[in-house]
């Protein structure tokens, strides 16, 4: 079955302090690796599509890079406008619909 | 580019009522799917749409059921709510069913009382 697990499921940052959100994900078949980024009350933003193992994309202080069984954000000098939840998804190479996992909530203080 | 639009923005319902929840796609994008995001959950797919027709649906019962139009655009229609379904609907687009880069509307808050 298809799945997508992403850990922790809280993390807590001082401003400037780098960090790393994890997504795990088993398919049979990967079409895409899709990062959003989620305020409260709204809908998903678009942050990356990943779609093969080793490729690697940056927008600002985020990074993200996948292997075969995961994918990473990296947070770099995070700041407080970086406060929101980071949804990871897979689009499966048999199905048109994109799998969620529960999402990292991120709070950075000043 | 007005990216993805959903109406209306919030609804309150009573439970066995019926609502229908309005979408129009990114420009150039003819595929729309919806998701339902309870709290604190990630989205979970409904359905998706492709020209006109219902190409793929989650695991949602037969009171979840939707149109898409001519130009487009799309609605969610549930019939006879329950309690449990409070919470975000979100329409999401994509150039084709496979598409690989999918947008996301502001989304449509639902509550059932």
């Known amino acids: 079955e298809d799945q997508v697990t992403q850990s922790p499921e809280a993390l807590r940052l001082q401003e400037g302090e780098s960090s790393s959100l994890n997504c795990s994900y088993t398919?049979?078949?990967?079409?895409?690796l899709f990062w959003y980024r989620q305020d409260p009350g709204k809908g998903p933003e678009f942050l990356f599509t990943?779609?093969?193992a080793g490729e690697e994309k940056e927008k600002e202080r985020l990074k993200a890079t996948l292997t075969k069984k995961e994918s990473f954000l990296h947070i770099t000098a995070p700041k407080p406008e970086d406060s929101a939840t980071y949804l990871c998804?897979?689009?499966?190479?048999?199905?048109?619909?994109?799998?969620f996992g529960q999402g990292t909530t991120l709070q950075v203080k000043p | 580019d007005a990216g993805v639009t959903q109406s209306p923005t919030h609804l309150i319902k009573t439970r066995g009522q019926q609502v229908t929840l309005r979408c129009s796609p990114k420009?150039?994008?003819?595929?729309v799917s919806w998701y339902q995001q309870a709290l604190g959950q990630g989205p979970q797919f409904i359905f998706q749409?492709?020209?006109?027709?219902?190409?793929q649906r989650g695991n949602f019962p037969d009171r979840f059921s939707g149109h898409q139009f001519p130009n487009y655009s799309s609605e969610l229609n549930v019939n006879a709510l329950l309690l449990g379904d409070s919470a975000l609907y979100l329409c999401?687009?994509?150039?084709?069913?496979?598409?690989?880069?999918?947008?996301f509307g502001q989304g449509t808050r639902l509550t059932v009382v």
């Open positions: 999401a687009s994509s150039l084709e069913p496979g598409g690989r880069k999918t947008f």
């Open positions: 398919v049979s078949g990967l079409r895409g």
């Open positions: 990943l779609y093969s």
């Open positions: 998804a897979v689009l499966p190479s048999n199905t048109g619909k994109l799998i």
């Open positions: 420009s150039g994008h003819d595929t």
């Open positions: 749409y492709y020209e006109e027709e219902e190409r």
